[in-house]
């Protein structure tokens, strides 16, 4: 069993930054992506930004395109997320996910951390 933990979500006014962590553990398996989702209030799941283990190449979703940043430590099966010049349509639960199985849809996730921003 892979477990799959966030931290770092919080109340920031608009134009704030702040910087999400994603803890991944358990035994026998191994990363292939780490990525972060989010879902605002009655809005369906979108992808916010993703990591390869493999090649470390970042991948974007347009909204957040040049105001996040994501980065990871191998090691410690860690992704990070620095949201900068955050905006109140930024607000949402914002989840980690991991793939597990090369070329796979992400099959482990987290629990998700409160992101609010205030106008």
């Known amino acids: 069993q892979v477990q799959v933990v966030e931290s770092g979500g919080g109340l920031v006014q608009s134009g704030g930054s702040l910087r999400l962590s994603c803890a991944a553990s358990g035994r026998g398996f191994s990363v292939y992506a780490m990525g972060w989702f989010r879902q605002a209030p009655g809005k369906e799941r979108e992808f916010v930004a993703a990591i390869s283990w493999i090649t470390g190449r970042s991948y974007y979703a347009d909204s957040v395109k040049g105001r996040c940043t994501i980065s990871r430590d191998n090691a410690k099966n860690m992704v990070y997320l620095q949201m900068n010049s955050l905006k109140p349509e930024d607000t949402a639960v914002y989840y980690c996910?991991?793939?597990?199985?090369?070329?796979?849809?992400?099959?482990?996730w987290g629990q998700g951390t409160q992101v609010t921003v205030s106008s």
């Open positions: 996910a991991i793939q597990t199985k090369l070329g796979h849809e992400y099959d482990y």
